[in-house]
């Protein structure tokens, strides 16, 4: 609960959107931690194509199979261990691990199906089409029938009665109805008590329901635990991945397939006589710039990830109760973009150009190193205390290149050398690194009242020199009722605990690395020779975003754990939001990086989870979750900032809608009417107004699953397991 998913787009492989407890910043990055058995992921998008509206994300390089499990860590003391980086909760995911099983369990898995699109949006068909044409000319005084029979010649559109009238369906042109999805996995699983292994290697294949769409990823897991000696351990986890996907433009692109599809006249065919894609130009598609099929087919997007994770670790038992631990892990990643559009492209040919062609490579380098010490002891068999200690540091770089090219001689071939022209190329590096150290006390007194506390100091590149560090404590407690003298009266009552959390954390996620410092660019900026301009206006005062957060909750469970329910409610106030400011025009600049600005994020969220069944051969489980939630900027030092259809409005929340407001229909006329704001008599982008009951947030989201786990005997001696899942989400 408390935890939102979106999927960006139906590109396969494309990013989705998780915000926990709501949208924090306004530039800066909401999205969560990703955390792979302690290595923090890497989750940017580091394609450079132009997607037009959805992104890629690199978590999808990850393999599912070779999950144990996943936590999501929401209040501040929970995430404090990950401190800046953990700002906006933290996704702990952790992989499968070797067992002391003796012999090895080798597991194979595959599956295999088939997408359709959940909804397709019923479109007129050709004589339809004319109809309503020829109607709306009618309302406009031309005479009937005026797009086929009385009209000029040239601008019939055709009878709506012509049994060979061309229909188009454009969504069936595009679209896949049996897109094919599978998956094969191969494992082994097994060791002794001085090695555990777990070795994985998968192949998934994805095709899009849209076409021109596909994913595919191959990828490789080995984690292995080894004990040395009673006294020291080590251990490895080493992930590498393959991923190629295929795509076209988005809808947020004037040349993207669904947003032209949308537009498109059902009386244009796909193609001409002459076998050449049909020009929407030629035919009533009024806004449609591209063909949808030639969209799907002409435009080639390729893009080639190569993924390496790996850590190394070693732990060893200093003297009685007091363990070091330290750990070196890798994130190591090198894409490929390789896009080509033909002549016959609209984009080239409106650009007057005879095809495009770019290449471009990214290389990303991510290192952490983490260095512990932990303290655990007990006494007097009710006191039990855990001290720890941590320092890491963490560094991220990335090198991007890429060229340009247009003018081919051939449509089949994209090669950057048979292009005339190179018309762009360039290369970019940048890096940024952050320091940690990080002190926390767990106390529990009989395992009925707990105690945890702990303090960090993070220091980051990005922030003047003056405000690098950041102090970010956090506290929690909770209260075991059920141990309590006074409850044993409810024996219905398996567990119930009161919990209570406070804490701060930084976020630093989101702005230039150099945010904080004036920069200089050099370029043949000056009568074609090289020269060198100021390009960025820094602020030395640039520091943290702080989030401060309180939760309070309760878990319980009943008739020995049969049922049990969660419920929380929180406020998080974010502060000194990082965010571009703008500065008078006499400094040369239009913006600079300030902290300003405060958003406010507060809800509530219950969750409810029944084991229906549980035998051996036989287990159902229902879960339902439900959440609230509501975001309010609660300040903002330049108030009313419009940005195109939103608007950033104190006492309004993020992605405010900012548009004219609609009345309704002129019942004289048959027009829309809307307000007239400012009453010139024009309705115009003046007449614009920050729209507060309608908000691009919830009311609340939830979801309802049920999980049937059974084993079906096919002959003696051989099993096999069946898990079935439904699922339900709704948001409100």
Request: aromatic share 12%.
């Amino acid at each position: 609960s408390g935890v939102s998913v979106a999927s960006s787009s139906g590109q396969p492989g494309a990013a989705v959107k998780i915000l926990i407890r709501g949208a924090t910043s306004i530039t800066a990055s909401s999205e969560p931690l990703y955390v792979v058995d302690g290595i923090p992921m890497t989750s940017d998008n580091n394609s450079i194509l132009e997607t037009g509206g959805y992104n890629f994300n690199s978590m999808s390089d990850i393999n599912p199979d070779d999950i144990e499990s996943i936590d999501i860590l929401k209040d501040a003391s929970a995430a404090a261990i990950y401190g800046a980086r953990g700002a906006n909760g933290v996704v702990q995911i952790t992989t499968k691990r070797g067992a002391e099983s003796g012999k090895p369990s080798i597991t194979l898995d595959r599956y295999t199906g088939t997408q359709s699109p959940a909804y397709i949006v019923p479109m007129m068909n050709s004589k339809q089409f004319i109809e309503l044409m020829n109607e709306a000319a009618e309302n406009d005084g031309l005479p009937s029938g005026y797009f086929s029979t009385s009209g000029p010649e040239w601008n019939r559109i055709g009878d709506p009665n012509d049994p060979n009238l061309v229909n188009t369906d454009w969504y069936g042109e595009v679209l896949r109805k049996d897109a094919p999805i599978e998956n094969t996995s191969l494992s082994v699983r097994g060791g002794s008590d001085k090695l555990k292994y777990f070795v994985n290697g998968s192949h998934f294949d994805q095709a899009g329901i849209q076409k021109g769409t596909n994913y595919n990823r191959l990828s490789f897991r080995t984690n292995l635990d080894a004990v040395i000696n009673n006294k020291m351990s080590i251990g490895t986890n080493v992930y590498i991945s393959k991923s190629d996907a295929l795509s076209t433009i988005g809808d947020n692109s004037y040349f993207g397939v669904m947003i032209n599809t949308l537009a498109a006249d059902p009386t244009m065919p796909v193609f001409e006589e002459d076998g050449n894609y049909s020009n929407p130009f030629h035919y009533y598609s009024w806004w449609a710039l591209e063909n949808p099929t030639a969209a799907a087919d002409l435009y080639k997007r390729n893009t080639i990830t190569n993924r390496f994770l790996g850590s190394v670790f070693a732990e060893y038992d200093l003297i009685d109760k007091l363990k070091f631990k330290s750990s070196y892990s890798l994130d190591y990643s090198y894409l490929k973009d390789i896009m080509h559009y033909p002549s016959t492209a609209a984009e080239s040919w409106q650009s007057g150009v005879t095809g495009r062609g770019l290449f471009a490579n990214s290389e990303n380098l991510t290192w952490l190193t983490e260095n512990m010490l932990t303290y655990e002891t007990s006494f007097h068999q009710k006191h039990h205390l855990n001290l720890l200690l941590v320092y890491t540091t963490q560094n991220a770089s990335n090198d991007v290149a890429s060229i340009l090219a247009q003018n081919y001689s051939n449509d089949n071939l994209g090669a950057l050398d048979l292009a005339a022209d190179i018309v762009d190329a360039s290369t970019m590096g940048t890096s940024w690194g952050i320091e940690s150290l990080v002190s926390r006390v767990n106390y529990n007194l009989d395992y009925k009242y707990y105690l945890t506390a702990s303090v960090r100091r993070d220091g980051s590149s990005r922030f003047g020199s003056n405000r690098r560090y950041g102090i970010f404590p956090s506290f929690s407690a909770a209260w075991r009722l059920t141990k309590e003298p006074f409850m044993s009266g409810f024996g219905f009552l398996s567990d119930m605990k009161l919990r209570y959390s406070y804490g701060k954390t930084g976020n630093q996620d989101g702005i230039n690395n150099f945010a904080s410092r004036a920069l200089w660019t050099v370029a043949a900026a000056y009568n074609g020779s090289a020269g060198i301009s100021p390009s960025r206006m820094g602020n030395a005062e640039l520091e943290w975003e702080t989030t401060t957060q309180n939760n309070f909750g309760f878990d319980a469970s009943f008739l020995d754990n049969r049922f049990s329910v969660t419920f929380d409610t929180y406020q998080k106030l974010t502060t000194g939001l990082l965010l571009d400011s703008n500065v008078p025009g006499f400094t040369g600049f239009t913006t600079v990086t300030r902290n300003i600005g405060e958003v406010m994020n507060s809800g509530t969220e219950f969750s409810f989870r029944s084991f229906n069944i549980d035998t051996e051969d036989f287990t159902w489980t229902t879960t339902f979750n439900v959440s609230t939630i509501k975001n309010e900027i609660t300040k903002l030092e330049q108030d009313d900032q419009d940005i195109a259809t939103n608007i950033l409005k104190e006492g309004y929340p993020l992605g405010a809608f900012y548009l004219i407001h609609w009345e309704g229909v002129d019942p004289e006329t048959g027009n829309s009417s809307y307000t007239d704001i400012n009453g010139d008599g024009v309705i115009n982008s003046a007449d614009m107004q920050p729209i507060k009951d309608k908000t691009p947030w919830p009311d609340y989201f939830g979801g309802f699953g049920n999980l049937l786990d059974f084993l079906l005997c096919l002959a003696p001696g051989a099993d096999l397991n069946r898990v079935v899942t439904t699922a339900r989400a709704r948001i409100g």
